[in-house]
């Protein structure tokens, strides 16, 4: 990536992505594979 393409915004709603990505990711892990089936 070039400096005059670097936009703060850009960053800021790529690392929200992210993080939502890894929290969702988390709670499927959770739901779906740490908790025993019946």
Same mark, same amino acid.
Do not use: C, H, W
């Given at each position: +990536?070039?400096?005059?393409?670097?936009?703060?915004?850009? #960053?800021?709603? +790529?690392?929200? #992505?992210?993080?939502?990505? #890894?929290?969702?990711?988390q709670l499927i892990? #959770?739901?779906?594979?740490?908790?025993?089936?019946?």
């Amino acid at each position: +990536m070039e400096a005059k393409n670097f936009r703060p915004r850009n #960053v800021i709603f +790529m690392t929200i #992505v992210v993080g939502v990505s #890894v929290l969702i990711g988390q709670l499927i892990y #959770v739901l779906f594979i740490d908790v025993p089936f019946p």
